[in-house]
């Protein structure tokens, strides 16, 4: 990885069942186009919230050396990852595709798919994103404030839902492979949450969301 982060968090694909037969043979993803999602942060404010999104093609592609032979960031990463950063995010993997829910910043929810079949599966929905992206990522143990710049080109087809949350909203979300669920945080009909941290005067609502 290009940079070593204090906090690093691994989250699993929650499978690739879909709940829609005629979406099945669609959707099934190839085990060599699945992802390994790494979530990065670091001890103080400044240092952000990275997202890795790295295909698991890449370890198809190794051969016997990789096992004993640390193998360079920059000879596998950019073109086989991408990197998102953001202050607050919360984060879903299935199959080839991710759900990245903003809650600061710019509020918004973005689906991508890095599967090579999702330009044709697209249906004219979307956007194809092949051009490369840099982000400058400072120190996250907060040693150097020196910013190290990565750039990545893993390509992807997203698309941007018109929903947005607060701060304290967004309690969780998943995604599969036609639906996304989101369990949000609301106010109780018979009391007012005053504090944001109010969460026993708070019940939770889950929605569902075909895509």
């Not at 893993?154 to 998943?174: M, T």
């Amino acid at each position: 990885m290009p940079i070593a982060s204090p906090n690093v968090e691994c989250i699993l694909s929650t499978g690739d069942i879909a709940h829609n037969p005629e979406m099945q043979t669609m959707n099934t993803s190839d085990p060599k186009h699945r992802l390994l999602c790494l979530t990065t942060s670091g001890f103080i404010h400044y240092t952000g919230h990275q997202v890795y999104i790295i295909s698991t093609r890449i370890f198809f592609d190794l051969d016997g050396m990789a096992a004993t032979t640390p193998i360079p960031w920059e000879h596998w990463g950019p073109s086989n990852a991408r990197i998102f950063q953001d202050h607050r995010c919360e984060v879903d993997v299935s199959g080839s595709r991710v759900l990245l829910a903003f809650t600061a910043g710019t509020p918004g929810l973005r689906v991508m798919d890095f599967s090579p079949l999702a330009v044709t599966n697209r249906r004219g929905l979307g956007w194809v994103v092949n051009e490369p992206s840099t982000i400058d990522i400072v120190d996250p143990t907060g040693l150097s404030r020196d910013a190290l710049t990565i750039t990545t080109s893993l390509p992807y087809v997203e698309v941007v839902l018109n929903k947005e949350f607060g701060p304290f909203d967004l309690e969780s979300i998943w995604i599969d492979m036609d639906r996304i669920y989101l369990l949000t945080r609301t106010a109780d009909e018979e009391s007012e949450v005053e504090d944001s941290s109010d969460v026993a005067a708070s019940c939770s609502k889950l929605e569902v969301i075909y895509v």
